[in-house]
């Protein structure tokens, strides 16, 4: 049950498009398509984004996008704002109930 | 729309006991009793961990190695609520505990309402 592997930052700004990449092993990202990212603001719970890969549940802007190759999964937020700045979590299914998140990575928008 | 309230967190010694609750509201178009549930915490400053999970009647339950042995996951679906007893507890189980309701979509996949957490200090 290792953590999934994220940049610790990356930064944008308005306008511009920022991917965060999150790479684990065959046995979780790259081994099912349960790869879900979540938004957390400071001081709140998190905030389901992504999920299976590339799905946005309702109420999500499509500015955020996800996709997956091999062991790796990326979200991209296209056209930043403000409001975009957060922290952002990565997590893969591994099997029989059990998953496994990322580190995190902190989106600046500059 | 889902609502999901833990308590019962708070300061335990090194060693000690603590049992969180979450309750959970708001489902129009399922029951509680649909949904496997988890508990995902965060130590102070750092990322999620995703801890245990238990399957929607209850008769399967799952958990990080971190605190196997030490925690058990249990829910009452005749009171729409899930509980986390947690035992011998260490300072590093100092942590916001989330319950989080787990999306079902071709599978178990992914946890798509916390609720607001509970903070659990574990210190002498």
């Known amino acids: 049950q290792s953590a999934l592997t994220q940049p610790r930052s990356v930064s944008g700004s308005p306008g511009q498009s920022v991917t965060i990449s999150c790479t684990g092993t065959?046995?979780?990202?790259?081994?099912?398509?349960?790869v879900s990212w979540y938004q957390q603001y400071p001081g709140k719970a998190p905030k389901l984004v992504i999920y299976?890969?590339?799905k946005r549940p309702s109420g999500v802007p499509d500015r955020f996008s996800g996709s997956k190759s091999g062991n790796t999964a990326s979200l991209t937020v296209s056209g930043l704002q403000a409001e975009d700045e957060a922290d952002y979590f990565c997590?893969?299914?591994?099997?029989?109930?059990?998953?496994?998140f990322g580190g995190g990575t902190k989106l600046t928008v500059l | 729309e889902v609502q999901l309230l833990e308590s019962g967190g708070g300061l335990a010694q090194p060693g000690g006991s603590l049992r969180l609750s979450c309750g959970a509201s708001?489902?129009?178009?399922?029951?509680?009793?649909?949904?496997?549930m988890s508990w995902v915490r965060q130590a102070p400053g750092k990322g999620l961990e995703w801890v245990s999970s238990?399957?929607?009647?209850?008769?399967?339950?799952f958990y990080a190695d971190s605190v196997k042995g030490r925690f058990t996951i249990s829910r009452d679906n005749s009171k729409n609520t899930l509980y986390l007893q947690m035992n011998s507890l260490r300072a590093e189980d100092t942590a916001v505990y989330y319950c989080?309701?787990?999306?079902?979509?071709?599978?178990?996949?992914?946890?798509?309402?916390w609720g607001l957490g509970a903070r659990v200090t574990v210190s002498a």
């Open positions: 989080a309701k787990t999306l079902y979509s071709s599978g178990w996949s992914s946890f798509d309402y």
């Open positions: 708001g489902f129009t178009f399922s029951s509680f009793s649909s949904f496997a």
């Open positions: 238990i399957t929607t009647s209850g008769d399967g339950t």
């Open positions: 065959s046995s979780d990202v790259g081994g099912y398509i349960y």
């Open positions: 299976d890969v590339y």
């Open positions: 997590c893969s299914y591994a099997g029989t109930y059990t998953w496994v």
